[in-house]
């Protein structure tokens, strides 16, 4: 018997003898469909996201290009990494580099990333990147030090539920959900921002 | 080995899920490490308030746990078919799905990927399965390194100790003894390392840093594996776990089979529920999630290790089977009377605290942790906190009676708190007997020490290995009433 056969007949056996005899729906009474809206969303994430200590920066669609640019040279940040398909116009003063499999050594060299999202969660201040164009690979938003992301208006949802259902469409992708920069509490409890995770997340928050 | 309906049990000599001393003898210990204690109360206090404010700001957490509750019933209910849904979708996804009966067997799975990925030294997240089986070990009797980089658990493996809580496995350690151990222990580190906790979570990024960049096989547990999809889900803070998911060519994780939910759906559930009972945050800062292999970004192998070792077990018992229900938050930890006193390495069980006092004794057959099940008061404060709504308190006296019952049919003879109550009915049910008894009990007061009595002698002393007993009151109520009523009135029947 090979383990796998074995496991599955002990599962088997475990619950012949006593079943459970469940069935039927699970109890949905949970929230699954947001009443936040509009501006109150918008509002609601950046205070959300502002408190996990990420940066926010709000701007319209024509401030847009200007937002981060004054976030790049804020953060004194030169060279930029940006993952395929970003459409977004970055100064000029900036050595912007599109990502093509650079190692993680060469990603090590950057002074940040800048990318999109898929999904923002407003009561959470979250952030889900799902790695379609202009969201780039895993390790170009993980070891840079400094991560610029921005997000559009009509990806903000409510409730956590709400940004699964949309994730479903493309739950074969690798996700990465990200609510503030990295922190650790390990060493007597006390909150440390910036481990082994960027240690400063800007947000544009872009709406009309 | 104990064993309940025929199934086996996690087995002895790997792993740690086995106590070395019994609970009041390990707590004994523990009680008397002050600083132990201080860290404990703040630790527990700290993430009690936090966890209470971000519950309180859903205005459906009950909801979430009802349903949270039902869905870990339902995937319990047909564990089967949905473990082998989820091994068909990473199939699907270029990954390749492992089966283990036991720790060994997990052990020897993921020494030799290892060895075929050709490497000598593996990256780890944190993860309570691998510290279950005793991977660490194991991996180091093959020749093969691995480096925790949790930051908690960088501090326990350097330290060479055991992990103490579920979320903050140093959390018995204060600031100055983990800079004495960087300092020791961390190789290129400053030697004039601060104590200040950015600092050293600063010289643990840099130690860190340089082996992420390198790593080739990386070592994960998995919070959640949806069966749906076959998508794995892991949360953290640091960003350890994103290096170790992301940055290596090869990743194996080894995962309990009761971690299967059954639909994508259902994250919804557990990612508000998890965060806020673990570090009472909204949501921990990184969450990732992955199907198989994709081409191009991340692991281009992926091995997923499907762990019973003692769980068809625990799932076998009716009573106790929603100890498998757990999410790991720790949040009967930081709430139970018992754990804020004696810490987690009183528990011996990588599982410690409530929930621990009754998935190790399943896990490994009770006889193997018989004192697990009496390492509490029952207040009920666990059942209270838990996002899933696992009854503790109830289960921990059915195991106290399969305890009982299962020593009876084993040895062939009773346990020492069956014979108590015996005892105890006997002597009551007879009032010259009881008179005698009380009399016999009176002469316990010689044994007392601060007023408790920490050792009683045979065949009264198996019932305070356990416990302490009260001293006896120098005067029984009926010797009282003698001295009050020395001529009883007419009407006194």
Redesign the interface.
Known sequence: MTAREEVLARIQAALRSNGTGLDGPVPSGYRTRGDVSGLHLLDLLADRLADYRAVVRRATPATQVSEVAAALADRGARRIVVPPGLEIELPASAEVIEDACLSPAELDSFDGVVTRAAVAIAETGTIVLDGSPGQGRRAISLVPDYHLCVVEASQVVHLVPEAVARLARTAGRPLTWISGPSATSDIELERVEGVHGPRTLEVVLVAD | MTTF????TAPPGVGHLRQEAPFPVAARQALGNSQLRA?LR??TT??RAKRAGVVSEL??WE??R??GQ??K??T??D??RY??QLEAQVTA?GGTV????DAA?ANQIVTRLVREAGAREVVKVKSLATDEIGLNDALAAEGITAHE????EL?VQLGRDRPSHIL?P??HR??AE?RDIFTREMPGVDPGLTDE??A??EA??RY??RK???AAVAVSGANFA?AE???LCVVE????G??C???PRTLITVMG?EKVIPA??D???F??LLPRSS?G????????????V?P???PQAFHLV?L?NGR??V????AG?DALHCIRCSACLNVCPVYERTGGHAYGSVYPGPIGAVLSPQLTGIADNASLPFASTLCGACFDACPVKINIPEMLVHLRARHVDEDIRERGKPSAEAVTMAAASWVMADPARYAAAQAASRAGRLLRRRGRISALPPPLAAWTTARDAPVPPRQTFRQWWRTQHRNPPEDTP
Do not use: C
């Open positions: 309906l025929g199934l086996p860290n703040k630790a700290t993430i205005p459906d909801q979430l009802a349903a039902a869905i019933a339902r319990m209910a564990l089967g473990l082998e996804r492992h089966w283990a009966r067997e980089t949790d930051l908690a501090i903050v140093a959390i204060n600031r983990i906790p950015a050293l979570a643990a990024r860190l840093r992420f960049l390198t949806v999809t076959g998508t803070s640091e960003g350890n994103r290096m998911l992301t940055l089979i994508w759906t994250l919804g559930v990612l508000q570090t945050e909204r949501m921990n800062p990184y969450t990732s999630m992955w199907t198989g994709t191009g970004d991340g499907l019973d068809t077990a799932l076998a018992d009716p089977r």
